[in-house]
């Protein structure tokens, strides 16, 4: 089978490399990979069991078309300033202009026109002198909130729309391998149950996500991709009361901000703010289960979820940051057997494990019901932990509140996107005719970044 461009992952990186061609008139044809489903398809059990049920052979809520941004809150981050290291790659302001023009097709299919994070000046600023009396930094970034269920909506749209357009889409097919030869990829190599099928293309698209990440970084040690080591993130998912967070979410909506706490000083940010959202859990292929966060345009609950992360490198003698991560997960999971554990963090200083009962009398209530209650500590790094109980003190200074003993700290919260492929400004490999993009590339973080990485794509390959 032949094509001009075989795309390997229906996320969001994928999906706008062949919106774009689209849009520039090419006649090329186009074959996209997903080894889930469509939209339509994707259901997660756990709205009438309660409780995660460890879909095989993939988890509903990760995989399948537009990947986790379908089931995520969608967000869209409009500044290059968050994101990723993409505008490292090209510049930043071709990378914010592809942000501004990603934005108006996300705009054509749907999405809110209202931004979140802008105006309210003089609100922002009390809030940013507040950060600076804590040693952190507030990343200014205008937010477009789809909403859980209003991104499933408009991905379907764009999904249609693709089809529509003469674009295949393969559902139910897993990448096994690219197909080399020399210093050329010539295509891939398909498996759906037992069938095999080869697809050969003049240009091959690697676009796997989060959790295609460790897979990328395998495929890249055996033929030679030239990549390095990155940044993995190690983290919580920490849950208070909406009314903690009442003016940070009226004012910006996500919070964005950096530290550098002492005694290690490791990077430590926030990530994926839900006011009024659910806590949720997301399962790996390697049965890994971690925590996320969601937040639906209609549907709100009592409390806030935000992501606190640490960011971890490794060199040497050790270069395998994404095992570091899961095996921190495993041994979190193990702890909970099987599920996400949750924790006080009054609970965590004074040294003690949660129970239920504790939970029951607090004021802030799990949002994700199934969460087992324990002690994080007992498998968290002590690197990682130092720093996250610091920075949530720093974060009490910025929101009044925040480290209250009843806060609810969620484990294990990890963030694969670590091998970092090594690319021209054209999106190129050291492999003629593979390109490797999105998070799974290890140049974005987010459904905003990696849709314009795929918009470049698309631009280049269209021609």
Request: neutral net charge; hydrophobic residues 35%; aromatic residues 8%.
């Amino acid at each position: 089978m032949n094509r001009d461009v075989v795309i390997i992952g229906a996320g969001p990186a994928g999906i706008f490399t062949a919106l774009e061609m689209l849009r520039r008139g090419s006649r090329k044809q186009i074959t996209i990979v997903e080894k889930g489903q469509p939209i339509e398809k994707r259901k997660c059990p756990k709205a009438a069991t309660g409780y995660c049920v460890s879909c095989r052979p993939y988890c509903h809520i990760t995989t399948g078309f537009s990947g986790a941004g379908a089931f995520s809150d969608g967000k869209l981050s409009l500044s290059c300033e968050v994101g990723g290291d993409f505008p490292n790659l090209v510049g930043h302001r071709a990378a914010q202009d592809l942000i501004d023009y990603t934005d108006k097709i996300y705009l054509e299919f749907g999405a809110d026109p209202h931004v979140e994070g802008v105006g309210n000046d003089r609100e922002v600023r009390e809030i940013r002198k507040r950060a600076i009396q804590a040693g952190l930094k507030l990343v200014d970034c205008p937010i477009r909130h789809l909403g859980t269920e209003r991104a499933q909506n408009l991905y379907t749209s764009i999904q249609h729309y693709l089809e529509n357009n003469g674009v295949e889409l393969l559902f139910g097919w897993e990448c096994e391998d690219l197909i080399i030869e020399g210093e050329n990829c010539l295509g891939v190599l398909l498996r759906s149950g037992k069938e095999v099928r080869e697809i050969r293309a003049g240009h091959t698209v690697v676009a796997t996500g989060r959790r295609g990440a460790d897979w990328l970084e395998r495929l890249c040690a055996e033929h030679g991709i030239a990549h390095q080591p990155g940044t993995v993130d190690i983290g919580v998912r920490v849950e208070c009361r909406n009314e903690v967070m009442e003016e940070v979410n009226r004012v910006l909506y996500e919070s964005k901000l950096i530290g550098y706490p002492k005694p290690f000083k490791n990077k430590v940010r926030t990530f994926c703010q839900n006011p009024g959202g659910f806590v949720s859990q997301e399962n790996y292929d390697n049965d890994l289960a971690v925590v996320n966060g969601h937040s639906y345009k209609d549907k709100k609950s009592p409390n806030t979820n935000v992501s606190i992360l640490c960011s971890h490198n490794f060199s040497v003698p050790f270069n395998q940051p994404i095992a570091y991560a899961q095996k921190v997960g495993e041994l979190t999971n193990m702890l909970a057997n099987g599920h996400i554990l949750v924790q006080r963090f009054g609970d965590i200083l004074d040294g003690k494990r949660t129970w239920d009962r504790e939970l029951a009398q607090s004021n802030v209530r799990p949002t994700l019901p199934d969460a087992v209650a324990g002690d994080i500590t007992a498998a968290m790094p002590y690197r990682a932990m130092i720093n996250i109980i610091n920075f949530i003190q720093a974060m009490d200074v910025v929101v009044p509140g925040f480290a209250a003993p009843e806060t609810l700290l969620y484990s294990p919260e990890l963030k694969f996107y670590s091998n970092r492929v090594k690319m021209d400004e054209t999106l190129t490999t050291n492999v003629h005719g593979l390109h490797c993009l999105g998070d799974s590339s290890g140049w974005t973080r987010g459904l905003m970044m990696a849709s314009a990485m795929g918009v470049m794509m698309g631009r280049a390959l269209a021609e």
